[in-house]
């Protein structure tokens, strides 16, 4: 069974002061990994996909990295409206459908 | 490009009551999926579906029923609505690179 598992719950930062969020999976065969950003009372908006180890995709002040086992989010000099929640989600090569496994989420709060 | 609607945005619901919420999409994605939401938790498959007339069940489809007469339409029925039913439910439409789109979701109380 795929599992994603995301850290922290809740990450609180001040403007300006970088971090990183984690996102360990476990899946039988990655096609691919995703990162959405949820705004609160909003669907999910896609970011970023990687598909192997050692890819790197960046936005404005977000980069996402990818290992066999997890993958990073980085946030460098973030501003108060990066905050949302982040979610991981990963693909697996098997079944027709393409369906994502979600992990539950990372709730950055940037303070101004 | 209006990209994945959802209708209704609220609804209250009694227990028993049935319901249906819609989804439509304008890129004429083949793909299309319903997941829902609750607190602290990771979105859940409930039903997906490859194309027009073609439907199969996710992750949690217990309670739910699908249909897809249309490319542009997937709605998600629910027959006697149960508690365990409260939830954001969303619906999505899957890209040419495998990203999927989501609609803005619907937020269902069952009391």
């Known amino acids: 069974e795929d599992q994603v598992t995301q850290s922290p719950e809740a990450l609180r930062l001040q403007e300006g002061e970088s971090s990183s969020l984690n996102c360990s999976y476990t899946?039988?065969?990655?096609?691919?990994l995703f990162w959405y950003r949820q705004d609160p009372g909003k669907g999910p908006e896609f970011l970023f996909t990687?598909?192997?180890a050692g890819e790197e995709k960046e936005k404005e002040r977000l980069k996402a990295t990818l290992t066999k086992k997890e993958s990073f989010l980085h946030i460098t000099a973030p501003k108060p409206e990066d905050s949302a929640t982040y979610l991981c989600?990963?693909?697996?090569?098997?079944?027709?459908?393409?369906?994502?496994?979600f992990g539950s989420g990372t709730q950055l709060t940037v303070l101004p | 490009n209006a990209g994945v609607t959802q209708t209704p945005k609220f609804r209250i619901l009694k227990i028993g009551q049935s319901m249906t919420l819609q989804c439509t999409q304008d890129?004429?994605?083949?793909?299309m999926y319903w997941y829902r939401q609750d607190p602290g938790m990771g979105l859940k498959l409930i039903y997906y579906?490859?194309?027009?007339?073609?439907?199969d069940k996710g992750e949690v489809p217990n309670g739910y029923n699908v249909s897809r007469s249309t490319t542009e339409d997937f709605p998600l029925r629910l027959e006697l609505a149960a508690p365990s039913q409260t939830s954001v439910y969303f619906c999505?439409?899957?890209?040419?690179?495998?990203?999927?789109?989501f609609g803005p979701g619907t937020r269902l109380t069952v009391t």
């Open positions: 999505a439409s899957r890209g040419q690179r495998n990203e999927q789109y």
């Open positions: 899946v039988s065969g990655l096609r691919g």
């Open positions: 990687l598909y192997s």
């Open positions: 989600a990963v693909q697996a090569m098997r079944g027709s459908a393409r369906q994502l496994t």
């Open positions: 890129m004429n994605h083949n793909y």
């Open positions: 579906s490859v194309g027009a007339g073609i439907t």
